[in-house]
């Protein structure tokens, strides 16, 4: 992939987040307060969700950005939902899509058409543990980091360049709700730093596949990185 084809479209103006959700929209929170609290150049043009009950979608309007709903179960089939969701794309302009904490897998057609410009967190260190129930596998596996993953997203599930990643030990007695909470203060930060990054146009991806991060001393982060 070329590099300027991963570069936001209109230099100097805001960047123009679309931010999709499916529940509580923490993520989606922290990117916007981010937004105002870090002066970044960068605006949610709106709030998407594909179901109507997201709770995410209310704090939304309440700070006054536009947030609706795209719900899957007005389609009968995915690549119908898609072909909605991609005119909708189409139509707020915007220059990245921000998955956050969004469930539903976006079809091949989709990804391509918006390749290098769909962003997704994942509660997991990609590429182990793909898919749901992220940190119940962890535990399952015995491993002792886990963490998060901030990546472009590709055709394949979970899978695609990796723009950041937080880790977090696994402690003694951990249970999945215990780790899945200790990581999302951890997920905001880091999608946040990202989402700064992004706003400021210092990512990219090589001609190796990989992203570079102007100007990034690291992209790699943990607890210490959280401020009290
Ligand atoms: C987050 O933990 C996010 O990493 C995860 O859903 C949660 C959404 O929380 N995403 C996935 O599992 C995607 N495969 P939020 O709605 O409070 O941001």
């Given at each position: 992939?070329?590099?300027?084809?991963?570069?936001?479209?209109?230099?100097?103006?805001?960047?123009?987040?679309?931010?999709?959700?499916?529940?509580?929209?923490s993520?989606?929170q922290?990117?916007?307060?981010?937004?105002?609290?870090?002066?970044?150049?960068a605006?949610?043009?709106?709030?998407?969700?594909?179901?109507?009950?997201?709770?995410?979608?209310?704090?939304?309007?309440?700070?006054?950005?536009?947030?609706?709903?795209?719900?899957?179960?007005?389609?009968?089939?995915?690549?119908?939902f898609?072909?909605?969701?991609?005119?909708?794309?189409?139509?707020?302009?915007?220059d990245?899509?921000?998955?956050?904490?969004?469930?539903?897998?976006?079809g091949?057609?989709?990804?391509?058409?918006?390749?290098?410009?769909?962003?997704?967190?994942?509660?997991?260190?990609?590429?182990?543990?793909p898919?749901?129930?992220?940190?119940?596998?962890a535990?399952?596996?015995?491993?002792?980091?886990?963490?998060?993953?901030?990546?472009?997203?590709?055709?394949?599930?979970?899978?695609?360049?990796?723009?950041?990643?937080?880790?977090?030990?696994?402690?003694p007695?951990?249970?999945?709700?215990?780790?899945?909470?200790?990581?999302?203060?951890?997920?905001?930060?880091?999608?946040?730093?990202?989402?700064?990054?992004?706003?400021?146009?210092?990512?990219s991806?090589?001609?190796?596949?990989?992203?570079?991060?102007?100007?990034a001393?690291?992209?790699?982060?943990?607890?210490h990185?959280?401020?009290?």
């Open positions: 992939m070329l590099e300027a084809e991963t570069l936001a479209q209109q230099p100097g103006s805001p960047v123009r987040f679309l931010i999709l959700i499916s529940g509580r929209g993520n989606m922290a990117i916007v307060q981010a937004i105002a609290a870090r002066g970044l150049p605006e949610v043009c709106a709030v998407l969700s594909n179901r109507p009950d997201a709770a995410g979608l209310e704090w939304a309007r309440s700070r006054g950005i536009p947030a609706e709903t795209l719900s899957h179960r007005a389609f009968d089939s995915r690549e119908a898609d072909q909605a969701l991609a005119q909708r794309i189409d139509e707020l302009a915007p990245y899509v921000l998955l956050a904490g969004f469930m539903r897998v976006l091949a057609d989709l990804v391509r058409r918006f390749e290098g410009r769909i962003v997704n967190i994942h509660p997991s260190l990609l590429p182990a543990f898919g749901l129930h992220t940190h119940a596998q535990l399952a596996q015995g491993v002792q980091w886990h963490g998060c993953t901030v990546h472009f997203v590709t055709p394949v599930l979970d899978h695609g360049p990796i723009i950041a990643q937080g880790a977090i030990p696994v402690l007695g951990d249970t999945a709700d215990a780790l899945a909470g200790r990581l999302l203060a951890l997920e905001h930060h880091v999608y946040t730093e990202v989402a700064a990054w992004l706003a400021r146009r210092q990512v991806i090589g001609g190796d596949g990989l992203v570079r991060v102007a100007g001393e690291r992209r790699a982060f943990t607890a990185d959280l401020t009290p």
